[in-house]
């Protein structure tokens, strides 16, 4: 099934595309026109994620698709998984959201630092979406600064009891686990922090909706709550110790954002682009008119360089030669260029633009929970400063 | 029971047709190219027998270029185990067309062979019935579901107010259309997969083609419309063109 939509190849980007490639994405961009589109109105209006969309992703392959086969994962490359991530992203933040924290924040960790049970335990079922997971990184009073975190768990007799509270958690309420990062030492001590793999049904484990948000509202994101939680030696994960396991989980979920958010810009474009072709004030069209081709050439433009970023970010990716500093670059460029073509396209629409059958501004709302999450937009900035400089800022 | 699934390579029905500098093709920059929707249909009831009877293999053959090979691929990608390429012209003669599939058909003689009721492109709807009669076997044409036994296919097609079933014994050629088979999306995994899934390439056996496209001309472009005036008064003026000039009346 083709999809309607064409995207947006200025500079004929499709020609570095394998088949393979252009064929997932392409899967995927008429999954989201034909099971996204029509039902996302109505989710976000009504602030909910759409749960049955879950078991589709996993049936499809698109949860944590570029880890192995052997854990009935699809096993594709970055490249693959970016295109993906794009695509969902084109359809909404919110899906790709959950996407991300699935495969990115869940199933990454479970497999690079899990033990073989946990792994042969939680990855099929993630795989397939008949499980959720979400990720209980960030606390109430340590966001940018998550080393900083006050969330113990302390060693019991058979295992460990933890304690504390996580804020801002994507699928928090739904998750049926989640990946707990606490301090096993002194507070601030980043060598201190461990993972740990807790079954949300755990006594003592509560997760509440967080109320009033005006963004990403067809996402749930919650408070983790986490009051004498008891779990065994076994839900400890082994390989990760110390804050840089946790990072590294960031920088693969950045890395899928650096896509994401691209498609979530050509949404845009591509929805102002033809409504400047349709309405007409005036003599004519306001496609013909200078201020929205101004408008125009700069979405095109930001979103190409969007593009050529992402696509050479993953084939270093897949190089294996990608530093978390140039994931930092894209994330932060990326959705900036996604903010500012989102609320260009808004204005473009004019009154209709502020409505949610136009997709402009739900993008973009969503887009500043994404400039804010996985690293706001300033501390990548910042890491990029100390990159260049030798110096930390932060 | 292994079943044949001949697929066209067509432009994608979104594309936007131009036609080509000879005058008698359309120009195929910029145009993406689909497995044709009614081959999908067909290849979606082939898999979805295979897998209610737990057996069997499904063969996609097409007819064409090596361009074609993308398309035996989504065939391949959606589930499809094996792919046969008749490198050859696409040509406008149904007939030579069948006779190409034929020649390959023939030699393994699979109980059942599918194709789209037509190709999106041509819509010529003549490949499925020659094909049958080159090889001596019933054809039901634009069948929306069918149901096989050991000997027979029962075929339903929406016909004039109602439903009429055809049973054919087998082997059989049925083309599909529109009906129960939408089309699954290929997995990623079978995305994947699709690639190390073996097609054999050949040379396509289509003897002479006694037809030749012509001309390709789109339509005409439409006209602005015009105001005959407004409120009751216009009434008079609007009946009497819409009966003189649009002949609507």
């Known amino acids: 099934m ?25 899967t995927i961009r008429g999954w989201v026109d034909e099971r996204v589109l029509p039902i996302i109105e109505e989710a976000y209006i009504g602030r909910y994620f759409p749960r049955e969309l879950a078991t589709e992703m996993g049936e499809l392959g698109m949860l944590g698709a570029n880890l192995p086969e052997e854990y009935g994962c699809a096993g594709l490359n970055n490249v693959s998984y970016g295109l993906i991530m794009q695509e969902l992203e084109r359809g909404d933040s919110g899906i790709r959201s959950f ?60 295992g460990w009891l933890l304690n504390g509270s996580k804020f801002w958690i994507t699928n928090g309420s739904m998750a049926d686990v989640a990946i707990v990062w ?82 979530a810009a050509m949404a845009c474009y591509v929805e102002a682009l033809e409504y400047a072709g ?98 706001t937009h300033d501390i990548h900035g910042l890491i990029l400063g100390q990159a260049v400089t030798g110096l930390a800022a932060y | 029971m292994n079943i044949i699934v001949c697929v066209k390579r067509v432009p994608d029905t979104e594309t936007r047709i131009r036609v080509g500098g000879d005058g008698t093709s359309i120009d195929p920059s910029g145009v993406k190219y689909v497995l044709s ?6 290849v979606e009831a082939a898999l979805r027998l295979k897998e209610a009877r737990g057996e069997g293999e499904v063969t996609v053959v097409s007819l064409g270029d090596d361009a074609s090979q993308e398309t035996l691929r989504t065939a391949l990608a959606m ?30 003689d699979p109980p059942l062979v599918l194709l789209g009721v037509k190709a999106a492109d041509d819509d010529g709807q003549q490949v499925g019935p020659m094909l049958a009669t080159l090889l001596g076997r019933p054809c039901a044409t634009a069948v929306s579901s069918f149901e096989v036994t ?50 054999e390439k050949k040379e396509a056996q289509t003897g002479p083609s006694r037809l030749r496209v012509k001309a390709v001309e789109l339509p005409p472009e439409r006209t602005a419309g015009r105001i005959v005036g407004e409120g009751p008064d216009a009434v008079p003026e609007l009946v009497r063109l819409l009966r003189e000039e649009a002949n609507a009346l």
């Not at chain 1, 099929?124 to 008949?130: D, F, M, T």
């Open chain 1, 2 to 26: 083709a999809s309607k939509f064409k995207g947006v190849d200025f500079y004929d980007l499709d020609s570095l595309f394998s088949d393979e490639e252009r064929m997932i994405r392409d």
């Open chain 2, 37 to 42: 929707p009614y081959d999908e249909f067909a």
């Open chain 1, 182 to 263: 606490a301090q096993t030492g002194e507070l601030g001590d980043t060598k201190g922090i461990r993972g740990f793999v807790v079954p949300t049904d755990t006594p003592g484990f509560t997760a509440t909706d967080q109320k009033g948000k005006l963004s990403l509202l067809a996402s749930d994101t919650s408070e983790l709550h986490l009051e004498d939680v008891e779990v065994p030696e076994s839900a400890l994960l082994p390989g990760a110790k110390g804050l840089k396991a946790p990072l590294m989980c960031l920088t693969q979920a950045r890395y899928g954002i650096a896509w994401g958010a691209v498609g």
């Open chain 2, 79 to 108: 589930g499809a185990d094996r792919a046969v390429l008749l490198q050859g012209e696409v040509t406008p003669d149904g007939l030579a067309t069948a006779r190409g599939l034929a020649a390959e058909i023939g030699e393994s």
């Open chain 1, 99 to 158: 996407a991300s924290v699935q495969g990115a924040l869940v199933m990454y960790p479970i497999h690079a630092f899990g033990s073989d049970e946990q792994k042969e335990t939680w990855l099929p079922a993630l795989a397939s979406g008949k499980k959720i997971g979400c990720f209980g990184l960030t606390e109430p009073d340590f966001g940018s600064n998550p080393g900083g975190m006050i969330t113990t768990a302390r060693k019991t007799d058979g």
């Open chain 2, 150 to 199: 050991d000997e027979s296919v029962v075929c339903r097609s929406e016909v004039e107010g109602g439903t009429r079933v055809l049973e054919l014994p087998l082997p059989a050629v049925v083309t599909i259309t529109k009906g129960e088979y939408e089309p699954r999306y290929a997995s990623l995994k079978g995305i994947m997969a699709a690639k190390r899934k073996p097609l």
């Open chain 1, 278 to 375: 349709e309405r007409i004030m005036f003599d004519g069209p306001i496609a013909g008119k200078q201020i929205q081709q101004i408008r125009l050439a700069e979405m095109v433009t930001g979103i190409t360089q969007g593009q050529l970023m992402a696509y050479h970010l993953g084939r270093m990716k897949d190089e294996g030669t990608m530093t978390p500093q140039q994931v930092s670059m894209a994330k932060r460029a990326n959705v900036d260029m996604a903010c500012e073509v989102a609320r260009e396209a808004r204005r473009l629409l004019g009154g209709n633009g502020i409505l949610v059958e136009y997709s402009a501004m739900r993008h973009m709302a969503n887009l500043e929970s994404v400039y804010t999450y996985e690293g």
